[in-house]
């Protein structure tokens, strides 16, 4: 099994920065992803690393103001979230990548709880 914790949410103003944290109880071999559910929502795709070289990959919609990372000695992956929009209000997610395409999220095994994210016009 695999445990992952989520940080770093909270309430920012338009146009502000948050920064969210994920540790890994374990690493996971192929990668890590973060996805988000606002209210009524499907839980959608945001950014993905591999764990290997680092690729990265992300949604149209947070492509250029989000910014995915990882720290391999410490199983823990980010994500840099800048010029935050009302729209990007969800819980945010984690999860822990194996095989497949990494857009998908039944390429994901593992996930945290959730943190919020809530951003104020």
């Known amino acids: 099994q695999v445990q992952l914790v989520e940080s770093g949410g909270g309430l920012v103003q338009a146009g502000g920065s948050l920064r969210l944290s994920c540790a890994a109880s374990t690493f996971s071999r192929y990668g890590m992803g973060w996805f988000r559910q606002a209210p009524g929502k499907e839980r959608e795709f945001v950014a993905a690393i591999s764990w290997n070289v680092g690729s990265t990959f992300y949604a149209d919609s947070v492509k250029g103001r989000f910014t995915i990372s990882r720290d391999t000695a410490k199983n823990t992956v980010f994500l840099q979230m800048n010029s935050l929009k009302p729209e990007d209000t969800a819980v945010y997610y984690c999860?822990?990548?194996?095989?497949?395409?990494?857009?998908?999220?039944?390429?994901?095994?593992?996930w945290g709880q959730g943190t919020q994210v809530t951003v104020s016009s």
């Open positions: 999860a822990t990548k194996n095989t497949g395409n990494f857009y998908y999220i039944a390429s994901y095994d593992y």
